[in-house]
């Protein structure tokens, strides 16, 4: 059982960051924006998580700091797309490969250093619940603020007014401005919501996670993370479920290695378990385009200049 506990609280914690990251571009995609920088948004967010930790001492600023980061470069994204124009596809993967690198760059210095643990919180009774009480109910804090974020997310998207709209632009941005909606204000605000994301996801990466910084650290998970909305079919409890699925075959394929198990499969195919997971589930769904056509924003991925 202790074994089946260690499964479980590590493939809560490796689904965390899928989960922040993915709902946040949820909302940039349901805006009708598709940015595919993720995975350079993580990687700044978790260069400054990092730092911001290691000088102050307070994980709870280098969140912030991570954060601000993602929304930062999310907005660089935002307007070379959104009031230039570009291309997002093209400058999506273009953002991604400038964050990748200035984080390593930048994150030269910290390279040797290491955090000290961000202690869990343990929520008293619950947590000596058999199997699931310490998996769930001694987490870290960023776990259990990943689950309030998917609540309101919820909410928002399918419970409230605004989130209406910004389904509205999503489907129509032509039909939205027609009755008066600053359609690229809201895309600016959905983009910047889900650089936020992705740099909180980073920064759980380096800061929660694994408490110090390497180069190349986010590992793809940003590439994962886009993949996941589309896995989900834009919908926020699929996006948490898938999340876990994900996050349970990387922790799987650790234990596997790490196990002392005499197999014949070499490492380097386990570790790309869950990449191959990935495109696997990608090519099954690709293959039902009823169900993608109808759950995808219809603007997705399309400029939109209103009229003067």
């Avoid at 000596?128 to 909410?155: C, E, K, R, T, V």
């Avoid at 009755?179 to 759980?204: E, Q, W």
């Avoid at 997971?277 to 099954?284: D, G, Q, S, Y």
């Amino acid at each position: 059982m202790s074994i089946l506990e260690s499964i479980l609280f590590e493939t809560i914690v490796a689904g965390t960051p899928l989960i922040i990251v993915a709902l946040g571009q949820l909302i940039a995609e349901k805006a009708g924006v598709l940015n595919l920088g993720a995975e350079g948004m993580m990687a700044m967010g978790a260069i400054a998580g990092f730092a911001v930790t290691f000088h102050t001492g307070n994980p709870w600023l280098g969140v912030l700091a991570g954060m601000v980061a993602g929304a930062l470069m999310s907005f660089l994204f935002a307007f070379v797309v959104l009031t230039l124009m570009a291309n997002q596809v093209a400058s999506g993967l273009a953002l991604s490969i400038f964050g990748v690198g200035l984080s390593a760059f930048i994150g030269k210095p910290y390279e040797s250093e290491i955090l000290a643990t961000v202690p869990t919180w343990r929520i008293p009774l619950l947590a000596d619940i058999p199997i699931i009480g310490g998996p769930i109910f001694n987490q870290q804090p960023l776990i259990y603020l990943s689950w309030a974020i998917f609540g309101g997310i919820a909410w928002f998207l399918y419970k409230s007014r605004p989130g209406l709209l910004l389904r509205a632009v999503g489907e129509s941005p032509s039909s939205a401005h027609s009755i008066g909606y600053p359609v690229i204000r809201i895309r600016y605000m959905a983009t910047l919501f889900g650089g936020a994301m992705a740099g909180i996801g980073g920064s759980f990466l380096s800061v929660f996670y694994t408490p110090l910084w390497v180069e190349g650290m986010v590992a793809g998970r940003g590439w994962i993370a886009i993949a996941l909305v589309v896995f989900a079919t834009w919908r926020p409890f699929r996006v948490m479920v898938g999340a876990y699925l994900f996050g349970g075959v990387m922790v799987a394929q650790l234990f596997v290695q790490g196990s002392g198990l005499e197999i014949n499969i070499p490492s380097q195919f386990l570790s790309a378990l869950p990449y191959l997971a990935t495109i696997i589930v990608l090519v099954i769904i690709s293959r039902d385009q009823n169900t993608v056509r109808l759950n995808a924003p219809v603007s997705l991925g399309q400029p939109y200049r209103p009229d003067a």
